[in-house]
């Protein structure tokens, strides 16, 4: 599987112009987690936690469908909400994540990897510098 390095991730992060002021970040854990902070230091937006999950380490789905794994602790009613997860292919954790902040005033997507409202790259699968 192609990888790509920290820089080369970073460096495309500092190009992207956010068009909205969002009043969070929400890190769909665990693959949003690493973005989230990246881009926490570009915005200074406080960062929340999703914890939903659908596919293993490897890209392989552990369940039939996206599960939150914990229920959602924080305020997000009538906010602007930045998601963020690292990668969106299928869109299926996303929809999800959308379903269950629905309350919010606006939601836009971020991925490193795939289909979003703003994305770094939208190649097929490749190694974040961050797994293991």
């Not at 369940?63 to 909400?81: G, M, R, T, V």
Request: aromatic share 10%.
């Amino acid at each position: 599987m192609n990888s790509k390095s920290f820089d080369e991730i970073t460096a495309r992060l500092k190009e992207i112009h956010f068009e909205e002021h969002f009043d969070m970040i929400v890190a769909i854990a665990n693959g949003g987690l690493v973005p989230a902070a990246l881009i926490n230091q570009l915005l200074n937006v406080d960062v929340q936690v999703l914890r939903i999950n659908f596919k293993d380490e490897k890209q392989n789905p552990r369940y039939d469908s996206p599960q939150l794994l914990q229920q959602i602790n924080f305020n997000f009613k009538e906010k602007k909400i930045l998601l963020v997860d690292d990668r969106i292919k299928s869109g299926a954790t996303i929809v999800l994540a959308k379903e269950l902040l629905k309350e919010a005033a606006l939601i836009k997507t971020f991925a490193v990897n795939g289909n979003a409202d703003y994305a770094l790259y939208n190649e097929n699968c490749f190694r974040f510098p961050w797994t293991l």
